[in-house]
């Protein structure tokens, strides 16, 4: 009995031990090595099309922006990646403050307006997102023209939001930049003192907006037309509702590309023209059309339905700025409200 | 009953043989905490202080320490009564019930946390929290408690009883203080397990001190923060490894020679068989049957349910291997310091088992993060290669295998090692040829726990794993992220289901 037993165990051991192995065999050099902060889901089919469009060999490292960047740093001179494409502006922002990010070349910084890449010309954005408000149509009938009226006493538990999430960290930073910091820090109390139910990200504050839980909730345009993708229109109760110009509700932060430091120059070489792939024509409205995101070339327009970005007439504001995220984290955990 | 030592010519020190692998498993499994001295002091000990003196810091730690005690008690409140139920008394079907009450393992806190969620939005916060991880927790009490009850010998319980004592006061003087040390080895893994968990208390949005260290990642982009705040994570770890080790004591329950126990005999229940049956339906449909309705329901719901079933089957297949390496690589590494940790005394003994734990309570980022640190440094090759990975498992899941090996090594009778001893046996030959043998069943039982916790391990499998391979958590992880939901309840669903054959397996394993 124990002598099968200890048999057992070691055949295990032996076959686990091989199981890697076997593997193993499958991680050759590859051309380009894109670390995507980008889900997977939303920008696989774009990638398997760059890779024919560059002509080489792509492979994708998948991951959450932020810890992927913490990764970069972690690596630094010996990253295995050559482009870096982050869900937002400050895990690229915060790389460039590190000197982590080669410069690009002005012909690819120029094909998209200045307010939607790096100063220092070292990232670029490649779609944008929009912060808005999503209703419940049944429980507020006019949502309220500017999110400084979110802190009026009217809206008191009626309000979603998700603290801990980069993007609405991010629209905190830049009413900083916008407001001073003395008056983002009485809008934050403001909404405080309204009690408001914090979500763990965006598709859950969207999910209580649905259900009534709560009235009205801050967040990114393309989560309520995912959603309507996936559930049909007639099976959502919320509606998207754009701020007026140059609210900071309204704020329009980027999905970006930087080039890595450390890359060879071949990866460097395949990672710009990646770079330029995905400001290209088919690419812009590959972000328009399948992730409901604002293509930010020129010459490509958004998604039918949605209003035209020149018309939101978004904050102005240099999202290089946003990666003084630490400040915002201190001032919203100061104010309580994570 | 004592338990005396695999004692080479009467000192108290551990073989080489033993010592030389252990120090090797230890040195490993402080890899992380070499890189959090790096990081954490990156500013200086003075920035590293102001990070920790920060009073939201002591809020957090109570917060995470007053959430464990809360499922550690839950924990032990449904492991130990489960376990007394199915082994000791004649409930019917007593063979199903454990394969069931092993298998909420197989649930990630994540999915467990997303089903309650989704049931009741208003269970989020310390509620919901404490419910999810209980109900995935429990098995790690359940599991050694119950082995324990089996291999306790009916005899001692019998002569409490020929000497006048009720049925219960025999149960509570005989045979409870027999579980303690069982019991609170379990405790003690669902404590680090909930210091370190992410997935329940993020879904939940109960601010702990692991979702701080996530947060200060995301936040800062900076290190330095979450480093320091890792090194707290440490600290109690080894100061909950302490005071479990001083709450069981160093008293064995090995009997003398196996083969004699009989089973007990079970008690009958009588009017109390309805109620026992109720609880045991009430807890398994709560941590089972309830999170695979939920997915069931999102299988049915949502167009995004497109089965990619080559998708689906390379994931779980990757899953399987990777899990496996782990578990083998975690199990061997386990067994010498097990061994050490169960027969010797003395600061190595101590020393060795609190550094398998090192790793435990800590964020799988934080240790993903560290071996990113080392590898790229030292040792370029294996970095985002397989055997970094299965590493990582090492790390973050050697106390499972630990202690698991050293209660299954505590319950082998050691006089069977001094005899071999004696007649002249090396210390290798005893371990291969008695201690091993004798532990075999539960060092493969250990061996199934960590291939569980293997399979559903995310973050560290994110920053570590091959460019390109998907384990089923990282899909369940890619498709969760868009609010795919449909998409993600088939990978999901295979990975309890993949989970539920090693916890079957768990359920069933007698000693």
Not at chain 1, 233 to 258: I, Q, W
Not at chain 2, 399 to 406: I, M
């Amino acid at each position: 009995m124990t002598r099968s037993w200890s048999h057992r165990l070691a055949a295990f051991v032996a076959v686990a031990a091989l199981v890697p192995t076997l593997t193993a065999c499958s991680g050759d050099d590859a051309g380009l090595v894109i670390y995507s902060g980008r889900n997977q889901g939303l920008v696989e089919p774009i990638l398997q099309k760059l890779e024919k469009a560059i002509g080489t060999k792509v492979e994708v490292r998948y991951g959450d922006s932020a810890e992927l960047s913490a990764q970069i740093l972690e690596e630094g001179e010996n990253t295995k990646a050559g482009l870096f494409f982050s869900q937002d502006a400050g895990a690229l922002g915060a790389l460039s403050k590190e000197d982590r990010l080669a410069g690009l070349p002005q012909a690819t910084l120029d094909r998209v307006d200045a307010a939607y890449r790096s100063a220092k010309g070292d990232w670029v954005g490649v779609s944008g997102r929009v912060r808005v408000l999503v209703y419940n149509p049944g429980k507020v009938p006019t949502p309220p023209a500017s999110v400084h009226d979110l802190v009026k006493p009217e809206w008191k538990g009626k309000i979603g939001y998700a603290p801990t999430n980069a993007s609405f960290q991010a629209f905190v930073t830049g009413m900083r930049v916008l407001e001073g910091d003395e008056s983002t820090r009485k809008w934050l109390e403001g909404l405080k003192a309204n009690s408001p139910k914090a979500y763990g990200n965006n598709i859950e504050a969207l999910d209580g907006v649905d259900s009534g839980e709560v009235s009205i909730a801050l967040l990114n345009h393309y989560y309520w037309y995912e959603r309507v993708a996936e559930k049909g229109e007639a099976s959502v109760t919320a509606k998207v509702h754009y701020l007026p110009a140059g609210d900071p509700g309204g704020l329009v932060n980027v999905a970006g590309v930087g080039m890595l430091k450390g890359a060879d120059e071949k990866q460097s070489e395949y990672a710009q023209k990646a770079a330029d792939y995905l400001l290209s024509e088919e690419a812009q409205k590959y972000f328009a059309e399948d992730t409901k995101e604002y293509p930010l070339a020129a010459g490509v327009s958004q998604a039918k339905g949605l209003p035209a970005l020149s018309s939101l007439n978004p904050p102005k504001i240099d999202l290089g700025q946003l990666d003084s995220l630490k400040e915002t984290l201190a001032m919203i955990q100061g104010v309580g409200l994570v | 009953m004592h338990t005396t030592a695999l004692r080479g010519s009467g000192s108290n020190r551990p073989p080489l043989v033993l010592l030389v692998p252990a120090c090797a498993a230890a040195l490993l499994a402080l890899l992380p905490l070499g890189y959090l001295g790096v990081r954490a002091l990156d500013r200086g000990v003075g920035y590293a202080w102001d990070v920790i003196a920060d009073g939201r810091t002591v809020v957090l730690l109570a917060r995470s320490l007053g959430l464990a005690a809360v499922v550690v008690l839950g924990s032990l409140v449904l492991g130990v009564s489960l376990a007394l139920l199915i082994v000791r008394t004649a409930v019917p079907r007593a063979g199903l019930w454990s394969v069931l009450a092993t298998l909420p393992l197989a649930v990630p806190s994540y999915v467990a946390a997303f089903a309650w969620l989704s049931a009741a939005p208003g269970l989020a916060g310390f509620t919901g929290a404490a419910l999810a991880l209980t109900l995935v927790s429990f098995p790690y009490v359940y599991l050694p408690v119950a082995a324990t009850l089996r291999g306790i010998d009916p005899a001692q319980e019998e002569a409490a009883r020929s000497l006048g004592l009720g049925p219960m006061a025999a149960l509570w003087r005989v045979t409870l203080p027999q579980l303690r040390p069982a019991a609170a080895g379990g405790g003690l893994l669902v404590a680090l397990y909930v210091l370190s968990d992410f997935g329940a208390v993020s879904l939940m949005r109960y601010d702990t001190f692991t979702r701080a260290i996530h947060t200060s990642y995301r936040a800062s982009f900076d290190r330095t923060p979450a480093a320091a705040l890792s090194v707290v994570l440490v600290v109690m770890t080894v100061a909950l490894v302490a005071a479990e080790a001083r709450s069981r004591g160093r008293a064995g329950h090995a009997r003398n020679g196996r083969g004699a126990a009989r089973p007990a005999t079970p008690a009958a229940l009588g009017r109390w068989r309805v109620p026992a049956l109720g609880w045991l339906c009430v807890v398994t449909a709560a941590a089972v049957a309830f999170p695979l309705a939920t997915l069931a329901y999102w299988l049915a719901v949502g167009n995004s349910a497109t089965w990619d079933g080559a998708r689906l089957a390379a994931a779980a297949w990757t899953t399987l291997g990777v899990a496996a390496a782990g578990a083998a690589l975690t199990t061997a590494l386990a067994l010498p310091v097990g061994v050490i940790a169960a027969r010797y005394r003395g600061r190595t003994a101590h020393l060795l088992e609190q550094a398998a734990y090192a790793g435990h309570a800590l964020p799988g980022i934080t240790v993903a993060l560290s071996l990113v640190f080392f590898a790229v440094r030292y040792a370029r090759p294996v970095y985002q290669e397989l055997p970094l990975l299965i590493c990582a498992y090492a790390v973050l899941f050697l106390p499972v295998a630990v202690a698991a090996t050293r209660a299954a090594v505590l319950q082998a009778p050691p006089i069977l090692e001094d005899l071999a001893r004696s007649l002249g046996r090396t210390p290798l030959r005893v371990l291969r040829e008695v201690t091993v043998r004798l532990a075999a069943p539960g060092v493969a039982a250990g061996a199934a726990l960590t291939f569980v916790v293997c399979m559903k391990e995310l973050p560290a499998t994110l920053l570590l794993r091959p460019t390109g391979m998907d384990t089923l958590a990282i899909r369940l992880w890619t498709e969760t992220g868009t609010g795919s939901y449909a998409a993600a309840a088939p990978y999901a669903a295979a990975l309890i289901l993949l989970a539920a054959i090693p916890s079957y397996l768990l359920g069933r394993h007698r000693p």
